[in-house]
């Protein structure tokens, strides 16, 4: 009797046009590896229900989306040091004693796609972060890690950022202070505001593009975003949407699942939308 394949999914609110499934059917396809992928949807109070039903029927690890990964992180029996830095979890592995491993990686997955579609190394680089939502939880470390100069987090609310900042001072040079009051002087200006998805761009000065030599969107869809429109406006001819970076971190999900990393420039090229992205 055949074994049936492990089972993944990806679970958040709403899930229904994740690109997920697509993306790890691909890299299940260029590995050899059989396994089935599905989209998990939950209603805001039920995470830890869903999850628990989904491992008790033998699941093997779960993609987290919004709005789940602050409740993942408290569901897993065990964090990596990055997904405890995050205070936020985007992978769930049962591990063969059957507790579930957590980690986070939304930060390799951007730092990959930055300097990749950007071309810009972020060893020494001054980066600006639009936003201070959960997901600049898990990239602040890793930009760290790959020697960014310094950060500088910018949010409508300002105590917000600032206390984010404040969470990160040990890693290096990291600040944090209001949209409305940010300046120049950055390298790389990375947008994290999902508002930008609904046509609205930063409420943020041109000014802080005066020395930037790119600009990355951490979100994206089947044309430029708004905030990619915005910086092409203002002659910054290095610029990229997240679709790179939802497929690195998919990625680096599925080595932790299935012990093989995957190449991720063909699937990128394959299943991109319409995005605006730095020519190559």
Request: with cysteine; glycine share 12%; hydrophobic share 45%.
């Given at each position: 009797m055949t074994a049936s394949p492990d089972r993944y999914a990806v679970i958040g609110h709403p899930v229904d046009h994740s690109r997920s499934p697509d993306i790890h059917a691909a890299f299940a396809r260029q590995t050899g590896q059989t396994l089935v992928y599905e989209r998990l949807p939950a209603a805001p109070?039920?995470?830890?229900?869903t999850v628990a039903a989904f491992f008790a029927e033998g699941g093997a690890g779960l993609n987290v989306t919004?709005?789940?990964?602050?409740?993942?992180?408290?569901?897993?029996?065990?964090?990596?040091?990055?997904a405890r830095r995050a205070g936020a979890v985007n992978t769930l592995?049962?591990?063969?004693?059957?507790t579930l491993l957590g980690d986070n990686t939304d930060g390799i997955g951007l730092a990959r796609d930055l300097e990749r579609q950007l071309q810009i190394p972020i060893a020494g680089s001054r980066i600006l972060i639009l936003g201070a939502g959960g997901a600049v939880r898990g990239v602040i470390p890793v930009l760290f890690e790959h020697g960014a100069a310094a950060i500088h987090v910018a949010n409508r609310t300002a105590a917000k950022a600032?206390?984010?900042?404040?969470?990160?001072?040990?890693?290096?040079?990291?600040?944090?202070?209001?949209?409305?009051?940010?300046?120049g002087g950055w390298d790389i200006v990375v947008n994290a505001i999902s508002a930008?998805?609904?046509?609205?761009?930063?409420?943020?000065?041109?000014?802080?593009?005066?020395?930037?030599?790119?600009?990355?969107?951490?979100?994206?869809?089947?044309?430029?975003?708004?905030?990619?429109?915005?910086?092409?406006?203002h002659g910054i001819e290095r610029r990229c949407d997240g679709f790179g970076?939802?497929?690195?971190?998919?990625?680096?999900?599925?080595?932790?699942?299935?012990?093989?990393?995957?190449?991720?420039?063909?699937?990128?090229?394959?299943?991109?939308p319409g995005g605006d992205r730095h020519p190559s």
């Amino acid at each position: 009797m055949t074994a049936s394949p492990d089972r993944y999914a990806v679970i958040g609110h709403p899930v229904d046009h994740s690109r997920s499934p697509d993306i790890h059917a691909a890299f299940a396809r260029q590995t050899g590896q059989t396994l089935v992928y599905e989209r998990l949807p939950a209603a805001p109070d039920a995470f830890a229900a869903t999850v628990a039903a989904f491992f008790a029927e033998g699941g093997a690890g779960l993609n987290v989306t919004l709005p789940f990964k602050g409740e993942a992180a408290a569901y897993a029996d065990r964090l990596t040091d990055r997904a405890r830095r995050a205070g936020a979890v985007n992978t769930l592995a049962r591990e063969d004693d059957g507790t579930l491993l957590g980690d986070n990686t939304d930060g390799i997955g951007l730092a990959r796609d930055l300097e990749r579609q950007l071309q810009i190394p972020i060893a020494g680089s001054r980066i600006l972060i639009l936003g201070a939502g959960g997901a600049v939880r898990g990239v602040i470390p890793v930009l760290f890690e790959h020697g960014a100069a310094a950060i500088h987090v910018a949010n409508r609310t300002a105590a917000k950022a600032e206390a984010m900042a404040a969470d990160f001072t040990d890693l290096g040079d990291i600040g944090g202070g209001a949209l409305s009051r940010a300046t120049g002087g950055w390298d790389i200006v990375v947008n994290a505001i999902s508002a930008g998805l609904t046509g609205e761009t930063p409420d943020v000065s041109p000014a802080v593009l005066d020395d930037a030599r790119g600009a990355y969107d951490m979100i994206y869809a089947d044309q430029p975003t708004p905030f990619l429109r915005w910086v092409a406006e203002h002659g910054i001819e290095r610029r990229c949407d997240g679709f790179g970076m939802l497929v690195e971190q998919a990625a680096e999900s599925f080595a932790l699942w299935r012990g093989v990393h995957p190449q991720t420039a063909d699937v990128i090229a394959a299943l991109r939308p319409g995005g605006d992205r730095h020519p190559s």
